[in-house]
């Protein structure tokens, strides 16, 4: 499990904003703790001073037992002091103390034990959920928010088998999980759902990457005709390498070769390398033959979960 280079760099560079951030803040605080108590700020570089004598020390070794209990005894005489003399001018006891977002790893995104700090995997599902809702436009599409109620009565049983389907697939999802094909008229809920799947597998550390047909095949079309090979396998590389992959709105392209040519790439290379796949259409499955032709609809329906979509137009009922 592993989010996209990218997604680390910006985590990386927000850590590296973060130290900057509490240098700044930790200098104004003490600026403004020593100008009001000048008597402060001596006792804190004698605290400094004593302190890098106790790790001399102990960095020393040998018998230096009680050289350390003596050190460490003024220097926690020295705290106490610092302490009572701030709260005596108003100011908390930790005024002077280094100011970080994350006190566990200090902004460095290493935890005590060397390993990854719980705030970098924050950070970075926090970027992935915001690129996921700019790519899909939307927010709050959740499994909570998909409203059965909006579904018709004879359609409501299989909408429901659907839906749990669908939750449990993203919360026991994992590398080695079925593709998924969701097909049936516009407005049923296969965007909200498939968007949902995504939103609970970012949240368990997979690298999901969700695009509509239509603008990955207008990217991969540019960078062919426009741009060069190396723009083409860039941007090839965001769909075939992502961990979990949502094509959405298949079929809203203009219908070429081409377009079919770059789909059967993604849909045979992620089959091949075994990566799971979720893709949306409003075709028919007449209509992928006739589009498509036999080799994708037969990797579609022969290797694909397929969830029928029924019902009205949920948007139309909404409305």
Do not use: W
């Not at 951030?21 to 003490?30: F, Q, S, V």
């Not at 999802?173 to 939103?199: N, Q, R, V």
């Amino acid at each position: 499990m592993s989010y996209p280079a990218d997604i680390a760099a910006a985590a990386r560079a927000i850590l590296a904003e973060n130290r900057r951030t509490g240098i700044a803040e930790t200098e104004r605080n003490r600026t403004r703790v020593f100008a009001a108590v000048p008597q402060a700020e001596a006792l804190a570089h004698e605290l400094s001073r004593t302190s890098a004598q106790l790790a001399r020390a102990i960095l020393t070794g040998g018998d230096v037992a009680e050289k350390v209990r003596e050190i460490r005894s003024c220097n926690e005489k020295g705290q106490e002091r610092l302490r009572s003399l701030l709260r005596e001018n108003g100011f908390s006891e930790t005024a002077l103390d280094d100011v970080h977002c994350c006190r566990s790893c200090r902004d460095t995104g290493v935890a005590p034990d060397g390993s990854l700090c719980t705030c970098v995997v924050d950070i970075e599902k926090k970027l992935m959920r915001t690129r996921l809702s700019r790519s899909a436009n939307c927010t709050g599409k959740d499994f909570a928010s998909f409203d059965l109620s909006l579904c018709g009565e004879k359609d409501r049983p299989l909408m429901k088998r659907i839906l749990k389907f669908c939750t449990e697939y993203a919360q026991n999802f994992s590398l080695s999980a079925e593709s998924i094909l969701m097909i049936g008229a516009p407005g049923l809920g296969k965007t909200h759902l498939s968007i949902a799947i995504g939103f609970a597998v970012i949240e368990r550390g997979f690298n999901v990457f969700y695009t509509p047909y239509h603008r990955l095949f207008g990217r991969l079309e540019d960078a062919r005709f426009g741009r060069g090979e190396e723009e083409y396998a860039r941007v090839m590389r965001e769909a075939l390498e992502s961990e979990l992959l949502i094509l959405d709105d298949l079929g809203s392209e203009m219908a070429s070769s081409f377009a079919a040519s770059v789909l059967y790439e993604i849909i045979n290379t992620r089959m091949v390398e075994g990566r799971p796949t979720i893709i949306s259409t409003n075709l028919t499955e007449k209509e992928i033959i006739e589009r498509y032709r036999e080799r994708i609809h037969s990797r579609l329906f022969g290797s694909y979960r397929k969830l029928p979509f029924v019902g009205e137009d949920i948007r139309l009922k909404k409305h």
